[in-house]
Structures are given as C-alpha cells and as structure tokens.
C-alpha cells in the first residue's frame, strides 16, 4: 500500500470515529425530543419515554404533585404512598396522626400501629402497659416483641409457676428448655420418672447415646439378644 492511501485510510478512520458517535447521539436527542414530555417530567437519557420527577406520580400520561398530609414528609420514591409520616405518627388512611402513648412504654421508629412498645417488665394490654408478673423462681427474658418470663434453671413453666425439677437417682438436669427437664447418666434409659440400667446382652456394647445398645459387627440383633449372623 503506497504512502498516500495510507494516511487517506488513517485519516478516514479518525474521521469515522468521531463522526459515528455523533451521529447516534444525534439520534437519540431526535428521539427523545420527539415525545409528547408532560409538565413536570424528565426524558429518560435513552429511547422516547420519560419519568415524573421526584415528588410527582404518573396519571394518565401527566405528572400530578404527591400531596403530603400534614406531620408526614416527601420520600421521594416511585412506589407506594410518595410520603411516611413523622415520627410519633401513625398512617391511617390519607392522615397522620399523632400516638397516644401509654405509661411505661417507648415510641418505635416505625409508623404502623401501634406505634410503641411496652418498657421492659411491663406487658401489653389493650392500650396499656402493666406491670409483667414474674412468679418465684422465675426471671424477666430478653425479648422487646413478646415480653415474658423464663423458669430458672432447675424449675419448669407450668401455668403461671416454675415448678422445680425433679431429677431421678443416676440423672442430671439437662439444659433444654423443653421436655422433662432432666437425662439419665450414660449406661441408664429413662423409664417413666426413672432411671434404669440398659443391660448390655453377650456380643453387643453400648451406643454413642448411652441408653441402648447395639450389636457387633457380624451380630443382628433378636429380642433382647445378639445372634450370628449367617454365612452367605
């Protein structure tokens, strides 16, 4: 290739390479000009549709202004309402209004009802906080949803009372906070409100669990016994 077809090629290059772009841009600004912009909208940066500003919503192809009750604020967003009310507001149809809130209890950032939370030792009722009875041997949990109480350990919930647990001979109180409260040591089953040796048959040893036991390898178990297995 001769020296002057090279610089017309590199020359037509350049030229391309700004040409190109101009020309899609040119397209894109002829597009977007050419759609029917309502007031109070803006042309999205590609294709012929556009979008209500911040503050307005879509309604049949206009832009209407979000109205915004009073104690409550603009969010800005494309969905939902277009506002939340102010803290220590409660949304209740188009309105704000404002909390009543009892004795003994907080204000929640949120604003669905009720809009507070009892403080804690204190329980809901109807629209009340009262004072969470805790019984004797018993202790205030950790819990702001549900308030409540828990048993000490040893004890166990029944009704309204923690009842003390009563661990068998050769048992131990376990820490579930469920079932009978106690488990028998390794090498005992429980049986009832007892605990009973597990008595290990000729050619079988105890579990991992501790409370049955289990045939040796080439053994199967019949009854309360370990029998060899036949020859194949």
Known sequence: MSIPL???????????????PLAQSEAVTTQVSSADIPKNASARRYGSKWDCNPGYREDN????????????????????????????????????????????SYLLSGSYSP???CDRGYTPVADKCVVLTVPENGYLNDSASRPSWNCERGYRKVDEDCVQIKVPERGYLSDRGYGRGWNCNRGFRAEGEQCILVTIPENAFLSDAGDR?????????QGD????RAAP
């Open 225 to 228: 016994t370990c029998v060899l």
């Open 115 to 117: 809009g507070w939370r």
């Open 6 to 20: 090279r610089v017309c090629t590199s020359i037509l290059s350049v030229a391309l390479y700004f040409v190109v």
């Open 213 to 221: 036991w289990e045939c040796a390898k080439q053994f199967s178990r």
């Open 61 to 104: 192809d206009t832009c209407q202004a979000v109205v915004v009750p009073a104690n409550a604020y603009s969010t800005n967003a494309a969905y939902g309402s277009g506002w939340a009310c102010k803290r220590g507001f409660l949304t209740v149809g188009p309105d704000c209004v404002a909390i009543e809130l009892p004795a003994n």
